[in-house]
């Protein structure tokens, strides 16, 4: 996923658009266009850092659509080198420095705050997760549950926490689903036709929420198992079957979906399936607490 996109700029310059930026009336009235600050990005929280790279390219934007000057929408992003994305920080460390016009600073402000508590949130959450199943052979996922226009974003922050991601959107990969199964005729049909009419390289993945519906899967040529819903001694259960019935290079990846919390991740991953998938990393974050400390410069 490329994360300096055209996507994300346009995310981003939407952002600030929505928030009427450039027409910030408080600041404009009682701000001097001159004036010049620097911004202290300080994170409240112990916290997986996301967004800093995001900064930078965030106020570029915001000047494209300011008419001052050059000189005076001039910026400078000093961030600590042991600090980026995907790092643990402490309750009160500085996360980076921004100089620039006072009022580029507050009239962006809340913008990139909202940003980064978001995407921080996410990246924390799901390094909880991670080190949950610390020392087993599984992988935490990430879903399509998202924030509409926010996907791109999310699914870095998962990867910044340690997470893999999963599919991005509908046209990424095959995944089979309950109600693809029930409206297409039976497993049997649709899983045929996936395997005969996706393009070469798609994988064919199978929901399955019973032992009868993965042994369906399993007898038509399933790529990848979803095990949906299931308790860990079920999980275990079907992961075993599905080893018996494949290995080698043939063998099919499997994974647990459904009801995973911090509480039972842990006997989920010790079932011996290789991902879990945890829809509350992106729908469930709350939002970490970072603040701007904005002050002005003397020159």
Not at 218 to 223: C, I, P, S
């Amino acid at each position: 996923m490329d994360w300096k996109s055209s996507r994300i700029d346009a995310l981003l310059e939407q952002a600030l658009i929505e928030d009427k930026a450039a027409g910030d009336t408080t600041t404009n009235l009682t701000i001097d266009p001159d004036l010049r600050a620097t911004g202290s990005i300080i994170a409240r929280q112990e916290m997986v850092v996301c967004g800093l790279g995001s900064v930078p390219r965030f106020l570029e934007i915001f000047a494209r659509l300011d008419r001052r000057a050059p000189a005076q929408t001039r910026f400078e992003v000093v961030s600590h080198p042991e600090i980026f994305d995907g790092v643990r920080v402490h309750d009160g460390q500085v996360l980076a420095v921004i100089r620039h016009n006072a009022r580029a600073l507050l009239s962006c402000e809340r913008v990139i705050l909202n940003l980064m508590q978001h995407l921080s949130s996410i990246a924390t959450l799901t390094r909880k997760f991670v080190d949950a199943i610390h020392g087993t052979h599984a992988h935490v996922l990430d879903t399509r549950k998202t924030v509409p226009g926010l996907r791109a974003l999310e699914k870095y922050a998962v990867l910044c926490g340690g997470g893999v991601n999963h599919r991005l959107d509908l046209a990424s990969g095959v995944l089979i689903k309950n109600n693809h199964i029930s409206l297409g005729g039976g497993l049997p049909a649709v899983l045929t036709r996936a395997l005969e009419k996706r393009k070469t390289g798609q994988r064919v993945q199978v929901e399955v929420r019973s032992p009868q519906e993965l042994e369906e899967a399993l007898k038509y040529g399933a790529e990848a198992i979803l095990l949906d819903n299931m308790t860990p001694k079920e999980v275990k259960r079907a992961v075993e079957r599905i080893k018996k019935a494949t290995s080698g290079e043939c063998r099919i990846p499997t994974e647990a979906s459904g009801g995973i919390n911090l509480e039972n991740i842990r006997a989920y991953a010790e079932t011996g399936v290789d991902f879990i998938s945890v829809g509350a990393l992106t729908h469930s974050a709350k939002a970490a607490d970072i603040s701007m400390r904005i002050h002005a410069e003397t020159e």
